[in-house]
């Protein structure tokens, strides 16, 4: 079983700073894509970034050139570095990992989200 932990979410004021951790333990052989989403009040969940095991990033257009994901494969641990936040950026943010497991089966886990709260 995979379980996957978000951490860094909280309160911050517009132009601010945060950065959001999620680590990935449990039994599984490696981890492929890691993603970071989420979900306004009122809104549908939205993929924000992505970051293959080679390293390639997406990004959804209006977190560009302000948020930057990263991966340190030897953690199992997926970043979100998020600046210049805006109060839009206020969210449930949440990791989805996929991995195999020793019989190459894919398997799609999400953890329980984290706040981020953009005001003043």
Do not use: H
């Amino acid at each position: 079983q995979v379980q996957v932990v978000e951490s860094g979410g909280g309160l911050v004021q517009p132009g601010g700073s945060l950065r959001l951790s999620c680590v990935v333990s449990g039994t599984f052989s490696w981890l492929e894509d890691m993603n970071w989403f989420r979900r306004a009040p009122g809104k549908e969940r939205e993929m924000v970034a992505s970051i293959t095991r080679g390293d390639n990033t997406f990004y959804r257009g209006a977190v560009k050139g302000r948020f930057t994901i990263s991966r340190d494969n030897a953690l199992n641990t997926v970043y979100l570095n998020m600046n210049n936040l805006k109060p839009e950026d206020t969210a449930v943010y949440y990791c989805n990992v996929r991995s195999r497991d020793s019989n190459y089966k894919s398997i799609d886990t999400w953890g329980q989200g984290t706040q981020v709260t953009v005001s003043a």
